[in-house]
């Protein structure tokens, strides 16, 4: 009999492998808080899609305010959004697409009106005031900048905080502070880089973006060229109470405010988001180092510092003519030169943060909903009506409040002209005089504390990924507080130590 050839299996030699093996599925993870949210905001909506309606406003002189339906459901829709981007349920700029198409399907205003507001002049000159940062950035003046900064304020971590707030708020006084911070942010970014190699947030650079967004709107509020708002503003109070503001009468009563508040705002900074270092060791030297290796400046450098001071100046001459350009038509000239000038090529084009401009796009549209169906306007007569009997003081802050509520979610001129000539009607009974009202109006207008879509500046820092939406949020409240104590005593004592008219009788 033939011998029987033994079989060696295949895995002799390798440690036995089990008989079974399972692969277990990789778990899923369910983010039910995000779910929560959106079902939240989703809820309120639907809330107020189903309310048979609310209670009619009328201020002091008999006029009724109706809220109709479709202002119901853009109150609901408000409320939606705000929830959807505190708690950033999705990117913010798809909640403010979200917005669009909740008022196109429920026919809350059509779809020309709630789509055309994304490409409004406002989210343009926004679009243009980013493309002057990246400018900045492609010709290498942010790091020059940046390392000059760094040669003059040293090593110390919050006197980097002081100087780069300080710069900020200066520069808001001789151009829109949206220009300003797409200007100082790339700047920024290079100072961040130079503390840590990392992508993770730190405290530093919390503070710093935060930081810049908050003092960028303080500092606006001095000049007529800080933001739109305080030109429309005045020109509405002209129209009236026939009483024109001036330039130079502006900045005497906001200078103070605006200045203390951008120290105040650097206390609260550094109180809230100490850096992780004390200092920066070698900083000074090394920024020294890198300066010099930039060289020389270059021709594109000195051409973007050209184009952007034609620019200033064509908003400075702007303030002053009897039928100004369009800011945003003046703002696009600076991005049309730098793409002509090969400054920017299409690379730099499709680099924008579309997110940032969508995000405006949606605040534009909003603003408009609540405006063209006076749902802004039924709330801010039920919001002020409730001070008809109050002390005269309580009724300004009360004013100021409510103007800087809604400039977190609305346009702030919106704001504004919702509540001035409500305000102005009651202060009469209270013998207020209407400059305190548009004045103090006008402080709280320039500095939304909460949202991103309360000022450009507040979109542009959470561009360094270095704070969420919540953050932002919950920090804005502890400047908020201090805002309106610092406005109380302005209001109180110091404006009419200034000559500002405070009462009438």
Same mark, same amino acid.
């Given at each position: 009999?033939?011998?029987?050839?033994?079989?060696?299996?295949?895995?002799?030699?390798?440690?036995?492998?089990?008989?079974?093996?399972?692969?277990?599925?990789?778990?899923?993870?369910?983010?039910?808080?995000?779910?929560?949210?959106?079902? +939240?905001?989703?809820?309120?909506?639907?809330?107020?899609? &189903?309310?048979?309606?609310?209670?009619?406003?009328?201020?002091?002189?008999?006029?009724?305010?109706?809220?109709?339906?479709?202002?119901?459901?853009?109150?609901?829709?408000?409320?939606?959004?705000?929830?959807?981007?505190?708690?950033?349920?999705?990117?913010?700029?798809?909640?403010?697409?979200?917005?669009?198409?909740?008022?196109?399907?429920?026919?809350?205003?059509?779809?020309?009106?709630?789509?055309?507001?994304?490409?409004?002049?406002? $989210?343009?000159?926004?679009?243009?005031?980013?493309?002057?940062?990246?400018?900045?950035?492609? =010709?290498?003046?942010?790091?020059?900048?940046?390392?000059?900064? !760094?040669? $003059?304020?040293?090593?110390?971590?919050?006197?980097?905080?002081?100087?780069?707030?300080?710069?900020?708020?200066?520069?808001?006084?001789?151009?829109?502070?949206?220009?300003?911070?797409?200007?100082?942010?790339?700047? !920024?970014?290079?100072?961040?880089?130079?503390?840590?190699?990392?992508?993770?947030?730190?405290?530093?650079?919390?503070?710093?973006?935060?930081?810049?967004?908050?003092?960028?709107?303080?500092?606006?509020?001095?000049?007529? +060229?800080?933001?739109?708002?305080?030109?429309?503003?005045?020109?509405?109070?002209? *129209?009236?109470?026939?009483?024109?503001?001036?330039?130079?009468?502006?900045?005497?009563?906001?200078?103070?405010?605006?200045?203390?508040?951008? &120290?105040?705002?650097?206390?609260?900074?550094? &109180?809230?988001?100490?850096?992780?270092?004390?200092?920066?060791?070698?900083?000074?030297?090394?920024?020294?180092?890198?300066?010099? *290796?930039?060289?020389?400046?270059?021709?594109?450098?000195?051409?973007?510092?050209?184009?952007?001071?034609?620019?200033?100046?064509?908003?400075?001459?702007? =303030?002053?003519?009897?039928?100004?350009?369009?800011?945003?038509?003046?703002?696009?000239?600076?991005?049309?030169?730098?793409?002509?000038?090969?400054?920017?090529?299409?690379?730099?084009?499709?680099?924008?943060?579309?997110?940032?401009?969508?995000?405006?796009?949606?605040?534009?549209?909003?603003?408009?909903?609540?405006?063209?169906?006076?749902?802004? *306007?039924?709330?801010?007569?039920?919001?002020?009506?409730?001070?008809?009997?109050?002390?005269?003081?309580?009724?300004?802050?009360?004013?100021?409040?409510?103007?800087?509520?809604?400039?977190?979610?609305?346009?702030? $001129?919106?704001?504004?002209?919702?509540?001035?000539?409500?305000?102005?009607?009651?202060?009469?009974?209270?013998?207020?005089?209407?400059? $305190?009202? !548009?004045?103090? =109006?006008?402080?709280?207008?320039?500095?939304?504390?909460?949202?991103?879509?309360?000022?450009?500046?507040?979109?542009?820092?959470?561009? =360094?990924?270095?704070?969420?939406?919540?953050?932002? &949020?919950?920090?804005?409240?502890?400047?908020?507080?201090?805002?309106?104590?610092?406005?109380?005593?302005?209001?109180?004592?110091?404006?009419?130590?200034?000559?500002?008219?405070? +009462?009438?009788?």
């Amino acid at each position: 009999m033939a011998e029987e050839t033994k079989k060696v299996p295949m895995s002799a030699g390798l440690p036995e492998m089990p008989e079974e093996i399972i692969l277990a599925p990789p778990k899923k993870v369910v983010d039910w808080k995000r779910i929560f949210f959106i079902l +939240l905001g989703f809820g309120i909506f639907v809330l107020f899609y &189903f309310l048979p309606g609310l209670p009619d406003a009328t201020d002091p002189s008999g006029k009724i305010f109706r809220l109709s339906p479709t202002g119901k459901l853009s109150i609901g829709l408000f409320l939606m959004a705000g929830i959807w981007w505190v708690f950033e349920v999705m990117p913010i700029g798809a909640t403010a697409i979200a917005i669009g198409v909740f008022q196109t399907l429920f026919s809350i205003r059509t779809a020309k009106q709630a789509l055309g507001d994304f490409l409004d002049p406002s $989210v343009w000159f926004i679009f243009g005031s980013v493309v002057i940062g990246m400018a900045f950035t492609a =010709s290498g003046l942010t790091k020059r900048m940046a390392y000059k900064m !760094l040669d $003059v304020v040293g090593e110390r971590t919050t006197m980097i905080y002081l100087g780069s707030f300080i710069v900020t708020a200066a520069m808001t006084h001789l151009m829109a502070h949206t220009a300003v911070a797409a200007a100082v942010f790339p700047l !920024l970014l290079a100072i961040n880089a130079l503390y840590t190699d990392s992508d993770q947030p730190t405290k530093f650079g919390k503070g710093l973006f935060i930081g810049m967004a908050w003092v960028a709107g303080a500092g606006s509020i001095v000049t007529f +060229l800080g933001a739109a708002r305080g030109v429309a503003a005045a020109g509405m109070f002209k *129209e009236f109470t026939g009483s024109d503001i001036g330039f130079f009468e502006l900045t005497w009563y906001m200078f103070p405010i605006g200045w203390l508040m951008v &120290f105040l705002i650097y206390l609260v900074i550094v &109180f809230c988001f100490r850096p992780e270092k004390e200092r920066i060791v070698g900083l000074r030297e090394k920024a020294k180092e890198l300066s010099r *290796e930039l060289g020389p400046m270059s021709g594109k450098e000195y051409f973007v510092i050209v184009t952007v001071t034609v620019v200033v100046a064509l908003f400075m001459i702007n =303030s002053f003519i009897p039928k100004p350009f369009s800011r945003a038509g003046i703002v696009l000239i600076a991005t049309l030169a730098f793409f002509m000038s090969k400054t920017l090529t299409v690379e730099d084009l499709e680099a924008i943060p579309w997110n940032i401009i969508l995000l405006f796009g949606g605040a534009m549209s909003i603003g408009f909903c609540l405006w063209q169906t006076k749902a802004a *306007e039924w709330m801010a007569v039920h919001w002020l009506t409730m001070f008809l009997n109050a002390n005269w003081l309580v009724f300004v802050l009360g004013i100021a409040f409510f103007v800087l509520m809604m400039t977190n979610f609305i346009m702030n $001129v919106a704001a504004i002209a919702i509540s001035l000539p409500v305000s102005l009607v009651i202060a009469k009974y209270l013998g207020v005089a209407p400059h $305190v009202i !548009l004045f103090a =109006s006008l402080v709280t207008a320039g500095m939304p504390f909460n949202l991103l879509i309360g000022a450009a500046p507040n979109a542009i820092a959470y561009e =360094s990924k270095q704070f969420t939406t919540g953050e932002f &949020f919950g920090y804005g409240w502890i400047a908020n507080a201090i805002l309106m104590v610092v406005l109380m005593v302005f209001v109180y004592l110091i404006w009419p130590l200034q000559g500002m008219p405070v +009462l009438t009788k």
